[in-house]
């Protein structure tokens, strides 16, 4: 049975829910989404996975924490600090999948593995494309239109396979919902790229893509894949940037796959 749970870390309150006694695997939502990104794939998973899912800080019901510079991936360490969970698997969705990697680069003896679905590669140098296409939506939202600004976002090609799948309904809903904070100011720290220090990640990582994805994520997933010799990727030619939401099945079912072949310690 899930329970909700609010663990206080760094003067931030983060909204939680746990499946099972202790976690063995922790859910990293991506920009704009909340733990509620997971619902299919934790409907499908039917409590087979102990795990924990969170709004990351200023999203969902967790707190902002204020103007002070912060690290997700610190947040994240800091919750697993809270849970008394030693090591776990990571598994991240855009965004989420970055602040993964990142924590297993930064902090190798905290993660056993990676999934990683659609990873945005912190510190990674966007095209000039994706970097236009941003600063539209950042603009409209710092004037104060903050509809205009969901609704650009919602038209945005990354979703163009997403709403093209049964999912469409809810990943429009959760971009309705967003509060749009993060496209008007942000403190998270600077980190140097990830992508110049691939090689040494050491920790055990399944990659999946998909074919319809954008640009920018397709290379950087080509980077990773090519970077790293502990990666395992699975490429889907007719999935798009969501896979968890456009085949939740298929998603699943590689996950637990991927999983069953860690040992837990």
């Known amino acids: 049975m899930e329970k909700a749970l609010t663990l206080s870390v760094a003067g931030v309150d983060f909204h939680a829910r746990l499946e099972g006694e202790a976690p063995r695997a922790v859910f990293i939502h991506g920009f704009g989404g909340t733990l509620h990104t997971w619902d299919l794939l934790w409907e499908i998973l039917g409590g087979a996975l102990p795990a924990l899912r969170y709004d990351q800080r200023g999203y969902g019901r967790s707190s902002g924490g204020g103007d002070e510079p912060y690290s997700h991936t610190e947040d994240l360490v800091g919750i697993l600090d809270t849970l008394a969970v030693e090591r776990c698997d990571l598994v991240g969705v855009s965004m989420g999948g970055g602040i993964a990697l990142h924590a297993a680069l930064e902090h190798p003896d905290r993660v056993r593995s990676l999934t990683l679905i659609s990873p945005a590669l912190m510190g990674w140098e966007w095209s000039a494309e994706w970097r236009q296409r941003w600063r539209a939506i950042a603009e409209l939202a710092r004037a104060g239109d903050m509809d205009a600004a969901r609704q650009q976002w919602w038209s945005h090609p990354l979703f163009d396979s997403v709403r093209d799948s049964a999912a469409s309904v809810r990943v429009y809903e959760e971009i309705m919902a967003f509060p749009g904070t993060q496209w008007v100011s942000d403190n ?75 040992s837990v310690d």
């Open 188 to 262: 998270q720290r600077p980190v140097l790229p990830d992508i110049e220090r691939l090689h040494q990640l050491t920790t055990p990582t399944l990659l999946l893509t998909g074919g319809r994805d954008e640009a920018d994520f397709r290379l950087s997933a080509d980077l990773l894949a090519a970077g790293a010799n502990t990666v395992r990727r699975i490429d889907e030619p007719g999935l798009g940037h969501l896979l968890h939401l456009e085949d939740p099945s298929g998603c699943a079912q590689r996950l637990l796959d991927f999983l069953g072949e860690r």
